[in-house]
């Protein structure tokens, strides 16, 4: 229960979960101190265009899940996960998220009049949330911090190092 805790609060999302986070927090501002995005962008159809842009740009508008989600470094060891984390995501499930709410799914306004702050963490191979998608959170909103994992896929926090540098950068941010 968010209201029985004492002290800061931060919502840190990745993914899908950082639109959710995104979400709550422009419907509850007053409850949050700060917000940690992840592998994110703020608009469907900005993101399609920016995703398939970036898919041409590095060959890859066929290319299979383990090539868009994971960078080089990643697929040796994490490609079973990949694997599996399709196998827990049924076709049902994709079309009730993606026709309910994704493909109209648009925070940018909101995301314009939140005033806590903000870092947006992305990977420099990230396909999927290229980190091109990432620079444009600050046209929206100045309070946006911008931090760029380099190496790292759409998952920046696969790979021990990366892990490690993940999660120096969000304490230090909440310890701000």
Known sequence: YINSFEGPRYIVGHSWGATLGLEYMTRFEEKISGLVLMSSGLSFNHWRIEFDLEKERRGLTSAPPEMIFLADDERADWSDFLDGMWDTFSEETFHSLYDGYISSHDL???????????????????VRFCPRIAKTLVNYNPKVELFEVI??????????????????????????
């Open 108 to 126: 940018t306004d909101k995301f314009s009049k939140l005033k806590l702050p903000i870092l947006s963490i992305s990977g420099s191979e990230d």
């Open 151 to 176: 190496g790292a896929g759409h998952f920046p926090f696969l790979l021990d190092s990366h892990r490690k540098i993940v999660i120096d950068k969000i304490l230090n941010y909440t310890e701000k």
